[in-house]
């Protein structure tokens, strides 16, 4: 089976301050990854996806993250965070075969302070 | 092009009362699941379904149905509410055949057991 590790519940960060947030998994097959973002009272929008290729994958808002297969990671990162990024940040995994059900983290909550 | 849709948004319950939630797509997306969102825990899969007339248990079924009569509606049932049940309830659906991978999510559900 696989599982998902946000290694960081809450994150305070400055505006315009670099911000990483931190996700491991674990699985004995090849996995898709994925970072979703979720703003208050909304649902859930993908970031950006990790399938193949490059293991640096660029998503919306200015938003990065890398796939380090020996590490089973897959770190967001964001070199100058905004008010606006204020949200919970969900990483999730799903097999490549099958009905690609995710397997979600328990969620990193980023607060921007000005 | 309205998405994924949830209804209702809103939901307060007596203990032993049951209810129906209603997602609808008009993606035209073969696949669809319910989650549920508890603090600290991410998102967990209660059913899916991987096209019409089918169905399927995902990670946290008991306590809950569901039923897939057309392609762009999927229900989920609770027959006897329970507190453990208060949760915000999230539909999401994906097409297959793209090679994308993305589940897009409705704007939830919250619903309240007393």
């Known amino acids: 089976a696989q599982s998902v590790t946000q290694l960081d519940s809450q994150v305070p960060v400055f505006e315009e301050a670099p911000v990483e947030l931190r996700c491991n998994y674990s699985?004995?097959?090849?996995?898709?990854l994925f970072w979703y973002v979720q703003y208050p009272n909304q649902g859930l929008q993908l970031l950006l996806k990790?399938?193949?290729?490059?293991?640096l994958v660029k998503g919306i808002n200015g938003f990065e993250a890398e796939f380090n297969k020996s590490q089973t990671s897959f770190h967001l990162r964001k070199p100058s965070v905004h008010i606006s990024d204020t949200a919970e940040y969900f990483c999730?995994?799903?097999?490549?075969?099958?009905?690609?059900?995710?397997?979600f983290g328990q969620g990193t909550r980023l607060t921007i302070n000005p | 092009n309205a998405g994924v849709t949830q209804t209702p948004k809103f939901r307060v319950l007596k203990t032993g009362q049951s209810m129906t939630l209603l997602c609808a797509q008009d993606m035209n997306h073969e696949y669809m699941y319910w989650y549920r969102q508890d603090p600290g825990m991410g998102l967990r899969l209660i059913h899916y379904s991987v096209g019409e007339g089918t169905t399927a248990k995902g990670e946290v079924p008991d306590g809950y149905n569901v039923s897939r009569l057309k392609k762009q509606n999927f229900l989920l049932g609770l027959e006897s509410a329970a507190p453990s049940q208060t949760s915000v309830y999230f539909c999401a659906s994906r097409k297959t055949g793209t090679g994308d991978y993305e589940q897009y999510f409705g704007p939830g559900t919250r619903l309240t057991v007393t």
């Open positions: 999730a995994v799903t097999l490549l075969q099958g009905a690609q059900k995710l397997v």
């Open positions: 699985s004995s097959v090849s996995v898709y």
């Open positions: 990790y399938l193949s290729g490059s293991t």
